[in-house]
């Protein structure tokens, strides 16, 4: 089997596995199409890409997240938590410290937040280097907090020490900054 036809069937069985959202036929092939037009592109894509490649696949999946969005309407966030919730370090923490998972999901609007947040300080020519690390440091210190505040200091503290956090969205909001 092809590369191509793999990461088709990945992205098949993702979409099949949201337990708590029941996309219809129409949003399924929606889905499905968006998913795999962004997969065809980035899902090679390391963190050891360059610069313009990661700044390109973010870019990507904001898209894709808008046009999720628009097709979806009121049940994106269901579709989103769903998604995000089934393969991640956020489950994984607050599960450990019983954080109800209707709390804990309101993770996923402050990493949007932030995620957004970063890309148009990145985007900012206004700004100096050291204005946009500093402003980008900030973001992370103030999303480090926010979360802090909804998952508690140890269910935060675990989420935080997860790779998955650590090296990739979180620390993709600042990419120049020292990792802990």
């Not at 968006?34 to 963190?47: A, H, M, P, Y």
């Not at 109800?100 to 970063?118: G, S």
């Not at 700004?127 to 508690?152: F, K, N, W, Y």
């Amino acid at each position: 089997m092809n590369t191509k036809a793999v990461l088709a069937a990945s992205l098949c069985l993702n979409v099949l596995t949201l337990a708590d959202f029941d996309p219809n036929e129409r949003e399924f092939r929606d889905i499905f199409k968006l998913r795999k037009k962004f997969d065809d592109e980035f899902s090679l894509v390391g963190t050891k890409a360059d610069s313009e490649t990661k700044t390109r696949k973010e870019a990507a999946a904001l898209e894709t997240d808008r046009e999720l969005k628009k097709i979806l309407g009121d049940r994106y966030p269901a579709y989103r938590n769903e998604r995000d919730w089934a393969f991640s370090a956020l489950r994984q923490a607050a599960e450990a410290e019983g954080v109800p998972r209707a709390t804990a999901v309101k993770v996923f609007d402050i990493r949007d937040a932030a995620r957004e947040q970063a890309q148009k300080l990145r985007h900012n020519p206004a700004l100096s280097e050291t204005q946009r690390q500093t402003a980008l440091q900030a973001i992370q210190t103030e999303t480090r907090s926010a979360i802090s505040e909804v998952l508690g200091t140890k269910a935060s503290e675990n989420y935080f020490y997860h790779p998955q956090v650590t090296k990739g969205w979180f620390g993709e909001l600042n990419p120049s900054a020292p990792k802990p």
